[in-house]
T-cell receptor
Framework: AQSVTQLDSQVPVFEEAPVELRCNYSSSVSVYLFWYVQYPNQGLQLLLK??????LVKSINGFEAEFNKSQTSFHLRKPSVHISDTAEYFC???????????FGKGTMLLVSP | ETGVTQSPTHLIKTRGQQVTLRCSSQSGHNTVSWYQQALGQGPQFIFQYYREEENGRGNFPPRFSGLQFPNYSSELNVNALELDDSALYLC???????????FGDGTRLSIL
């Protein structure tokens, strides 16, 4: 069985500061890893994904995540956050492409001026 | 292209009642997955439908059931509603079982 642990339920940060949202997973098979973002009263939007190849993946809005197999981690980072980045972020894992996603409990990123 | 749409957006029911939630998948998508997101939790996989057949199920009791129609839209039915069924129910569609899942905005179900 797979599981995802997001250690921080809330991360407060000031605008333009760097941020890291932590994600660790457990799985007995090869995995695909994802970060989703959820704005209030909305569904989930795929932020970025790791399927294979380069362990560092990047989104179009400045987020990046690095797959670390030895530490079973897929932490999300952004060097400078904006107020508009305030949202809930979910890490997810799948062992068969996108077929079935197992999500963590989420981390609320709170960006203040 | 039209995205994933879910209806209704909000619903209030009482314990013991039955509910049907609906999902229109994105154009060209033949796979639909349903997730339950309780307050303060991440989404949990309920089941998936691929070309009108159930294709995987999470740890949910049989009173959670579903359908997928020839146009690939889908329904989630829940019988004998319990207070713990209060949650946001998310539908996600994809162009195949190993393709990216696109989520709708969900149906918020409240059980009184």
């Amino acid at each position: 069985a797979q599981s995802v642990t997001q250690l921080d339920s809330q991360v407060p940060v000031f605008e333009e500061a760097p941020v890291e949202l932590r994600c660790n997973y457990s799985s007995s098979v090869s995995v695909y890893l994802f970060w989703y973002v959820q704005y209030p009263n909305q569904g989930l939007q795929l932020l970025l994904k790791y399927l294979s190849g380069s362990t560092l993946v990047k989104s179009i809005n400045g987020f990046e995540a690095e797959f670390n197999k030895s530490q079973t981690s897929f932490h999300l980072r952004k060097p400078s956050v904006h107020i508009s980045d305030t949202a809930e972020y979910f890490c997810a894992v799948s062992d068969a492409g996108y077929s079935t996603l197992t999500f963590g409990k989420g981390t609320m990123l709170l960006v203040s001026p | 292209e039209t995205g994933v749409t879910q209806s209704p957006t909000h619903l209030i029911k009482t314990r013991g009642q039955q509910v049907t939630l609906r999902c229109s998948s994105q154009s060209g998508h033949n796979t639909v997955s349903w997730y339950q997101q309780a307050l303060g939790q991440g989404p949990q996989f309920i089941f998936q439908y691929y070309r009108e057949e159930e294709n995987g199920r999470g740890n949910f009791p049989p009173r959670f059931s579903g359908l997928q129609f020839p146009n690939y839209s889908s329904e989630l039915n829940v019988n004998a509603l319990e207070l713990d069924d209060s949650a946001l129910y998310l539908c996600a569609s994809s162009a195949g079982q190993t393709q990216p899942q696109h989520f709708g905005d969900g149906t918020r179900l409240s059980i009184l």
